[in-house]
């Protein structure tokens, strides 16, 4: 297999909501309410919503900056390459990047919706079902087959998460974003089924998946206070283990069997040596009685998870020691983490580096996601028509010169300028 | 190689301290302060100390027990085997198990000594010096190559740890028992070189080995309220990751050339993981500008590091990615996830699974602990005098039965009847 015949379906980017998108998804009466986009003193465009305000922190929307750029201060859209925001643009960038169907996470709603959810109330409600209006029926169907769709859930009533699962699923989305450890959110904890039970026999029910990207468990790890800010990067993978310990662990993959968890953004090289420790755990403490229905812990592990990765080498020589079925691969863009324009040289390479068939980097590449999100993103065109070199083929004049904040903006300006005197 | 044929050094056992430990070591006008055993309401050995008292967990004493027994009761000496606390008794498990040399780190104190060091006062100064003579000078001194001393430290005050890790060392002691994560014990974490900064200094100077324990600090991980046991032994191994990030990304590595750090029954499976995702950070987030000299974040690490492990099969696959020059073997005796009497057998099978030449057996089993500590145990032995082989051939009449704690009381209450009798 050539670099030009891998397929990419990236499980794990992000949308940068664009500013109009409650415009068309909010009944009239709770238009004034909806979440808007305001300029910031700073001049930086940021979200408001019952008062509250949150930015795009510029690490979530570097691709094409120079490194030296990056950091934790706010972006604005002025800024920024516009497939972080303009769909459009996206699928040109994604052609340029080899990558057919890709999932997007959300970026100012929080990845489990903390910033919607604000009150628990109506609005709160009202406001959760916009945005995952707007994303199913607009974002991700823009382009037919291009994204597999991801909802966002009202976390704090069983009923309602239930309610929005059932109503999300029957549009067609097959996923949706949930907290990595709740208890760090103030909601009761994933061995809690008077909360999680009902929501999680209803994913189990339409086969949706529940997706925990990194990032939202960091406060479970008391740091000390002289950290320095890499702790936050470099340890934020700690706790999708955490995570995994209470969903095995706790009733949520024995009660529900049926129950599907991607470990967005996780990492795999944590897997195989978790894995290891849990079985030890069962098999040598037996003290503790704990039943798997006859089947060892990272039996079980396997039998509800897709582990999702950007980058991850050595991982990926103990493939199957990890299970050569449950792994797959994604971009992130346009965060620091991505891999843009070269993602397939990068996939390639570190396939090679491990040893892996065509077989295994199908597998990790497309077919496992597919199936996992019971998913066909191709809808009946021929593979040869969805491989890096079909797309990059479309996405010859695709410009991916990095450019300054500064110069992002000028060329942004000169756009819009350019759109209004055309229009 | 041959099982016979495998030479062990154990980098990671435990001691149950025997009642009289203090008697021979402290002066006698703060004897009657020291530490010493009472018999509690339920009929258990603790030790008391400072109106505080301290039990010894039976998860910690199990050898030779049924594991439907083990749990987190109190256990007494009474139904230990006798290898937990005596010193003869030991080298016969030790012989029967094909283990030349051992490391043995503390049951009452803490593996930081917390449990002496309560009220950061002289006369907790006082026991910590004691209990390190006592350790040096009658427990490791008994059988002259067998032992690996390991001392502990008083940690609120930087001048004494530095007067003791001096004293130590002077006296032979190649190592201390340190916190993983200072800041979870109400200590200035390993950031602030205002603390730490001398102790390194001292280390670093004397060649002392610092060795951070699993286990300690649990409490950085806040874990939901209806979290199970399970939870506790699993993710212990969580922790190391989070003092690794303390110690490598704040200034102790990098401004300490020769400090040496063992991760002490860690497991080694976590580091790879991590150090690819250090070396991305590093390579990616160059907005962070960060300075490790000129090499890798992994360097640096391997550069300061022993990983310790008792049983990491998947791990051992990968020993080039850790590097097969920083991994040690231990057994963990006699706690629960000790491997007793069959620790030859197991190590030769992970080791033979994972395809490791006769070089790599042999730097993982005991020349990487022996160079790390820089420590001769054989002392001029021949190397086939050391072997499991010749250790079992003295050891044929070592009783391995599994007993119950009521058989175990019921035998060691016989014997000290018989040895009364006797003299």
Redesign the interface.
């Known amino acids: 297999m050539k670099v030009e015949d891998l397929i990419l379906v990236s499980i794990d980017d992000h949308v940068v909501e664009p500013p109009d998108m409650f415009t068309r998804h909010v009944p009239a009466k709770w238009l004034d309410q909806a979440p808007k986009v305001v300029t910031t003193e700073e001049g930086f465009q940021a979200w408001e919503f019952k008062g509250n305000r949150t930015g795009t922190l510029s690490l979530n929307a570097v691709v094409s900056w120079p490194?030296?750029?990056?950091?934790l201060d706010p972006a604005g859209y002025a800024e920024m390459r516009p497939g972080a925001y303009d769909i459009h643009e996206r699928i040109r960038d994604m052609n340029r990047n080899g990558i057919f169907a890709s999932m997007c996470f959300p970026t100012f709603p929080g990845f489990s919706a903390g910033n919607l959810n604000r009150g628990h109330d109506d609005l709160a409600y009202i406001m959760v079902q916009a945005y995952n209006d707007w994303h199913i029926d607009e974002w991700a169907a823009a382009y037919p087959g291009r994204f597999i769709p991801l909802a966002l859930l009202p976390t704090w009533d069983p009923a309602l998460m239930v309610a929005e699962i059932r109503r999300v699923s029957a549009k067609g989305c097959p996923a949706v974003s949930m907290p990595e450890?709740p208890?760090?959110e103030g909601l009761p904890?994933?061995?809690?089924l008077s909360h999680w039970g009902p929501v999680f026999e209803a994913l189990a029910d339409t086969g949706t998946v529940m997706c925990l990207h990194i990032g939202q468990g960091f406060?479970?790890?008391?740091?000390?206070?002289?950290?320095?800010?890499?702790?936050f990067?470099?340890?934020a993978?700690?706790v999708s283990?955490?995570a995994a310990?209470?969903l095995l662990?706790?009733p949520a993959m024995r009660n529900y069997p049926a129950l599907k968890i991607a470990w967005s953004e996780a990492?795999i090289?944590?897997i195989?040596?978790?894995l290891?420790?849990?079985d030890?755990?069962y098999t040598?403490?037996?003290?503790?009685r704990?039943d798997f229905g006859g089947k060892l812990p990272s039996e079980v592990f396997r039998d509800h998870s897709l582990a999702c990765y950007v980058?991850?080498?050595?991982?990926l020589?103990?493939r199957h020691?990890i299970g050569v079925d449950i792994i797959a691969w994604e971009c992130d863009y346009p965060h620091?983490?991505s891999i843009w324009p070269d993602a397939p040289e990068q996939v390639m390479r570190e396939m090679t580096d491990a040893g892996a068939s065509d077989d295994d980097i199908n597998k990790i590449t497309w077919q496992n996601s597919c199936r996992f999100f019971d998913w066909d993103p191709f809808r009946g065109l021929p593979l040869d028509q969805v491989t890096v070199g079909a797309l990059r083929a479309k996405a010859s004049d695709v410009d991916t010169t990095v450019r300054s904040r500064k110069e992002w903006a000028a060329l942004n300006a000169a756009r819009t300028a350019g759109a209004a005197a055309g229009s």
């Open positions: 490194p030296e750029e990056w950091g450890l208890h760090i904890s994933y061995h809690d406060g479970a790890l008391k740091q000390p206070q002289d950290a320095p800010i890499d702790n990067i470099i340890l993978t700690q283990t955490l310990q209470d662990w706790g990492g090289g944590w195989p040596f978790y290891s420790r849990c030890r755990h040598n403490q037996r003290w503790l704990r980058t991850d080498p050595v991982a020589k103990v020691d620091s983490d």
